[in-house]
């Protein structure tokens, strides 16, 4: 990577906390608790991130989550992103923790996040990075889990600054979720939820208008509809894009035709961001030099694109 993109200043908006674990660090977990795993080693693993879609992704993210067990985990895995962030000069991060994919497998909701925060605040005293968490909740369940999932937070309302929405997209329209996100923006938490990454631009305006959302999560969909363009350009809704993660979960066919470049020329407010980076090859750093040597990206398209970060921050 060229030493001026890592040395830019950047923030990023769109993280899934449990799509940075390394294969290293899932074997390492593993053994600690004692879990067998159905991977012979490493590279098995490795060999095994080759995805046609979201939906395949997700089954292999679901069931690397299952080495997370105790608050050091989370604090391991958290600590471990926060060092990345370090060494490609991101100082502020909002990165999203899905507790379903834990509390569904017996993990207490307390454990998820005291080990998150504890590592939040260390990188925060340590490493001066800034923070504000983002709980998402799984758009493949109802949305009866997701309100409970919300009762099970609000005794931490402090740790985190809003709430998301992933997972399996398509089938599953934000307005499934209209309740619970009016819920949650009552208790004066951001809303933010993936739109447009697979699903059509539809479910853009249907987060925008239902669930109000600040930011929208991938939104690359969003070049089909013109009007819809033309609003989030004209009230400015920043858009966290994930390269990396678009060409691996085949979005795109090749990294030539992103339309990141595009959007951003066009006066949308477009960020770069890694999504699921132990997953899809590379942290936010590598996701601008992949702009860079692909989509020829300027160093002042590079500068646009980190400021914008900066600027999309909630906190
Ligand atoms: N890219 C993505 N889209 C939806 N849900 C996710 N969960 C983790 N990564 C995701
Ligand atoms: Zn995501």
Redesign the pocket.
């Given at each position: 990577m060229p030493e001026w993109l890592n040395a830019l200043p950047k923030a990023e908006l769109h993280l899934?906390l449990?799509?940075s674990l390394e294969p290293e660090l899932l074997f390492a977990l593993a053994e600690r608790n004692q879990i067998a795993l159905p991977w012979a080693d490493v590279e098995t693993l490795r060999a095994a991130y080759a995805f046609n879609n979201?939906q395949e992704?997700?089954d292999l993210?679901y069931a690397g989550a299952n080495v997370l067990r105790t608050e050091q985990d989370f604090y391991d895995l958290t600590w471990a992103y926060l060092q990345r962030c370090k060494a490609q000069h991101v100082i502020h991060v909002e990165p999203?923790f899905?507790p379903q994919t834990h509390t569904d497998r017996g993990i207490p909701f307390e454990v998820v996040l005291r080990g998150i925060q504890q590592a939040l605040l260390d990188g925060e005293k340590q490493l001066g990075i800034s923070h504000g968490l983002i709980l998402?909740f799984l758009?493949h369940l109802p949305e009866e889990e997701a309100f409970k999932t919300l009762e099970q937070a609000m005794p931490f309302r402090d740790a985190f600054i809003g709430v998301g929405l992933?997972?399996?997209?398509k089938g599953f329209p934000p307005r499934l979720f209209e309740r619970v996100f009016a819920k949650a923006r009552s208790e004066g938490l951001h809303a933010v939820a993936?739109a447009g990454?697979?699903g059509p631009p539809e479910y853009i305006w249907e987060a925008l208008d239902l669930l109000k959302i600040k930011r929208i999560?991938?939104g690359v969909r969003a070049i089909e509809d013109e009007r819809l363009m033309q609003r989030i350009i004209d009230e400015q809704i920043p858009l966290t894009v994930?390269p990396l993660?678009n060409i691996k979960?085949c979005v795109f066919e090749h990294m030539g035709q992103h339309n990141i470049l595009e959007m951003l020329e066009r006066g949308v407010k477009v960020t770069v961001n890694s999504?699921?980076p132990a997953y899809f090859g590379g942290y936010v750093g590598e996701n601008f030099a992949a702009l860079h040597e692909h989509l020829g990206m300027t160093e002042a398209q590079a500068k646009r694109l980190a400021q914008n970060s900066l600027d999309a921050r909630l906190t």
């Amino acid at each position: 990577m060229p030493e001026w993109l890592n040395a830019l200043p950047k923030a990023e908006l769109h993280l899934h906390l449990e799509g940075s674990l390394e294969p290293e660090l899932l074997f390492a977990l593993a053994e600690r608790n004692q879990i067998a795993l159905p991977w012979a080693d490493v590279e098995t693993l490795r060999a095994a991130y080759a995805f046609n879609n979201l939906q395949e992704f997700l089954d292999l993210y679901y069931a690397g989550a299952n080495v997370l067990r105790t608050e050091q985990d989370f604090y391991d895995l958290t600590w471990a992103y926060l060092q990345r962030c370090k060494a490609q000069h991101v100082i502020h991060v909002e990165p999203f923790f899905d507790p379903q994919t834990h509390t569904d497998r017996g993990i207490p909701f307390e454990v998820v996040l005291r080990g998150i925060q504890q590592a939040l605040l260390d990188g925060e005293k340590q490493l001066g990075i800034s923070h504000g968490l983002i709980l998402s909740f799984l758009r493949h369940l109802p949305e009866e889990e997701a309100f409970k999932t919300l009762e099970q937070a609000m005794p931490f309302r402090d740790a985190f600054i809003g709430v998301g929405l992933d997972s399996s997209e398509k089938g599953f329209p934000p307005r499934l979720f209209e309740r619970v996100f009016a819920k949650a923006r009552s208790e004066g938490l951001h809303a933010v939820a993936h739109a447009g990454e697979e699903g059509p631009p539809e479910y853009i305006w249907e987060a925008l208008d239902l669930l109000k959302i600040k930011r929208i999560d991938h939104g690359v969909r969003a070049i089909e509809d013109e009007r819809l363009m033309q609003r989030i350009i004209d009230e400015q809704i920043p858009l966290t894009v994930c390269p990396l993660s678009n060409i691996k979960l085949c979005v795109f066919e090749h990294m030539g035709q992103h339309n990141i470049l595009e959007m951003l020329e066009r006066g949308v407010k477009v960020t770069v961001n890694s999504d699921d980076p132990a997953y899809f090859g590379g942290y936010v750093g590598e996701n601008f030099a992949a702009l860079h040597e692909h989509l020829g990206m300027t160093e002042a398209q590079a500068k646009r694109l980190a400021q914008n970060s900066l600027d999309a921050r909630l906190t």
